[in-house]
């Protein structure tokens, strides 16, 4: 079946341009998260969602970054006025279930690059 | 609370062997082990829960040793196709978001 998916899979955007970034998780998920991957570290936690609830935005570096997941499934990250500190990967996985120890499936991230 | 893998780096043959560690400073449920190849998505390889169950890869194997908080993902006869970075996370919170390590870079040679 198909995994998860992401778009754009690139991203460039002028300091101050507001940015979308689009996943689809694996049908019928219910959890999904959203990570972000500076240049050689891992991922770093920004967001997570059971089903169409937001439960847990602590790790959003600033209130200019805003997520969604209006009808359960397909979730858009949104950056506003982005800064050049944005330019990272950012991932986006879901799991079947909710809580610990279910296996996490990633997309293959969008790569954003703030000028 | 990021936990800490070790080598930061490592050069194989193929063929030979190699052990990545992870350890954290908090007690841990479970530790989630994944490789990424460069420009890729993190592809799951195994997840070692707290009492000794495991879930994962067939050609790899871990150890979770729950009294000090690490963990240990052995690859054995390794090939080309390991090459990449591995990471562990563990667990950031009740609703399963992952805390990951700075990552393990293998790198196989023929």
């Known amino acids: 079946g198909a995994g998860v998916s992401q778009s754009p899979r690139y991203k460039v955007a002028k300091r101050g341009q507001d940015v979308a970034l689009r996943c689809d998780p694996i049908?019928?998920?219910?959890?999904l998260f959203w990570y972000q991957q500076a240049l050689g570290q891992g991922p770093e936690f920004l967001t997570y969602?059971?089903?169409?609830?937001?439960?847990?935005k602590s790790g959003l570096p600033s209130d200019r970054f805003f997520a969604e997941r209006p009808e359960g499934s397909v979730s858009t990250l949104k950056i506003q006025r982005t800064q050049q500190e944005d330019s990272a990967v950012y991932l986006c996985?879901?799991?079947?279930?909710?809580?610990?120890?279910?296996?996490?499936?990633f997309g293959p991230g969008t790569r954003l690059t703030v000028l | 609370q990021q936990p800490v893998q070790s080598p930061q780096a490592v050069i194989l043959r193929e063929g030979e062997d190699a052990v990545i560690n992870c350890s954290s400073s908090?007690?841990?449920?479970?530790v989630h082990w994944y490789r990424q190849k460069h420009g890729e998505a993190p592809v799951f390889l195994m997840i070692?829960?707290?009492?000794?169950e495991q879930k994962g890869h067939e050609k790899i194997s871990a150890s979770f040793n729950e009294k000090k908080q690490q963990s240990s993902l052995y690859l054995t006869a390794s090939q080309l196709s390991y090459s990449g970075t591995y990471f562990c996370?563990?667990?950031?919170?009740?609703?399963?978001?992952?805390?990951f390590g700075k990552g393990t870079k293998l790198s196989v040679k023929p």
């Open positions: 996985a879901s799991s079947s279930r909710i809580g610990e120890a279910d296996t996490q499936y």
């Open positions: 049908s019928g998920h219910v959890s």
């Open positions: 908090k007690a841990l449920y479970s």
């Open positions: 996370g563990t667990e950031g919170g009740s609703q399963g978001n992952l805390i």
């Open positions: 969602f059971q089903n169409e609830a937001q439960l847990d």
């Open positions: 070692l829960l707290k009492g000794g």
